[in-house]
Structures are given as structure tokens and as C-alpha cells.
């Protein structure tokens, strides 16, 4: 079984639309983040969601907004994609203060 | 604002050699994590460190940690062409959730 799953792992789109990601964990951890990878593979912080409080990047517009339904899911919705969106977006999760992260295999975003 | 620096950011070395990354780091932080990705897939986890001279080994890799000097090193002993890949350092975000705050990134290529 797949630690954590994201899907879709290909997406691509066209500006203006509104797009989702969605991301499991089925390893019982407490706390779940979203990543962003852009094209110089650097790797930037979205999101951290534990136990229902939600940590925001305070860089992250306000079209990107994470939505959790329970412990093992955190999915990313995404309103008016525009083409500097396009990257490669992470899920990941986390038990305790170790914060050791387990990453899922990545949703390549494409925006045209 | 925490910032993580890695160098070199890209690295070619010939089979058989030793060299040697380092990740520093701006604030104070107990905590440093080692990550591997390989093209178009995920990150894999290497090595967690979580005391000031920490060291940890696996295979041809080694980590170690001074909090003091707020750095940490990856060593590499006698290369193979199967290290290829791009090497993260991150840190903890205290007060984040536990996200990590991640270097851009040592892409190395191992050469014959």
C-alpha cells in the first residue's frame, strides 16, 4: 500500500479554470502539508494542517485553499489558475515532532 | 526568516571519489533532515538528525550535525554512478506545524 497518495498525477489545464488535488495518507499521522517544486527544483512550504489548525505561508495567494474532510486527507483546491502555477505540487505527512515527512509522488501541474 | 543554504548547487564527480555537500542554516534549530530525489519522482527520506554531533551512515552516505555552527554535512565516499540525484537539506520551521524549510537542492552527477 502506497503511504501516501496523491492523484492526479498529471494535470493539465488551461488559465482560468479551477482545478483539485487530491491526497491520502494511510499512516495514521497527525499532520499533512502541501508543497510547491518549481522548475529549479525549489521546494517551498503551502500548507501544514494538524488536528483542524490550519498553518498558512502567508506567500501563498488566496486562490490556493487546502481542504481536509478527515485526519488522512488533505486536498488542494486551486481557483483562476494562472501559468506561474504550473509546478510540480507535493503531499506529505508527519507523526510527531521528528518531523520526519513521507512525501507523495507528486501532481505535475501544467497551466497553459 | 529561516534560510538554508546548500552548496554547491550542482556538483559532477568521477566514480571512486569523495566529496562533500553542506547545508547551513540562519536560526537556531536542534533538527536537520536529509532528503534524496531522483528525476521526476519523489523524496525519499536519508537520514534525520537530531542532536549537535549527530552523525549517521548508510552505505556510502554520511550526515552529521554541529547546532552550533548551524551546519551540517553530507559526505560522500567513493562514488557510484547510482548517487546520482538531487540531495535536500531541510530544517524544521519551529511554530510551523513541523513543516520544513528545504535548500535548493545538490544535483549530483557521478561520472565514470
Known amino acids: ?112 | 526568516e529561516l534560510k538554508v543554504e546548500q552548496n554547491p548547487l550542482f556538483l559532477s564527480m568521477q566514480e571512486g571519489k569523495n566529496y562533500t555537500i553542506y547545508c547551513n542554516y540562519s536560526t537556531t534549530s536542534d533538527r536537520l533532515y536529509w532528503y534524496r530525489q531522483d528525476p521526476g519522482k519523489s523524496l525519499e527520506s536519508l537520514f534525520v538528525l537530531l542532536s549537535n554531533g549527530a552523525v549517521k551512515q548508510e552505505g556510502r552516505l554520511m550526515a552529521s550535525l554541529d547546532t552550533k555552527a548551524r551546519l551540517s554535512t553530507l559526505h560522500i565516499t567513493a562514488a557510484v554512478h547510482d548517487l546520482s540525484a538531487t540531495y535536500f537539506c531541510a530544517v524544521d520551521m519551529l511554530y510551523s506545524g513541523y513543516a520544513l524549510n528545504f535548500g535548493k537542492g545538490t544535483s549530483l552527477l557521478v561520472t565514470p
Open chain 1, 1 to 112: 500500500d502506497t503511504a501516501v497518495s496523491q492523484t492526479p498525477k498529471y494535470l493539465v489545464t488551461q488559465m482560468g479554470n479551477d482545478k483539485s488535488i487530491k491526497c491520502e495518507q494511510n499512516l495514521g499521522h497527525d499532520t499533512m502539508y502541501w508543497y510547491k517544486q518549481d522548475s529549479k527544483k525549489f521546494l517551498k512550504i503551502m500548507f501544514s494542517y494538524n488536528n483542524k489548525e490550519l498553518i498558512i505561508n502567508e506567500t501563498v495567494p488566496n486562490r490556493f485553499s487546502p481542504k481536509s474532510p478527515d485526519k488522512a486527507h488533505l486536498n488542494l483546491h486551486i481557483n483562476s489558475l494562472e501559468l506561474g502555477d504550473s509546478a510540480v505540487y507535493f503531499c506529505a505527512s508527519s507523526q510527531d515532532r521528528t518531523g520526519k515527512l513521507f512525501f507523495g509522488s507528486g501532481t505535475q501541474l501544467s497551466v497553459l
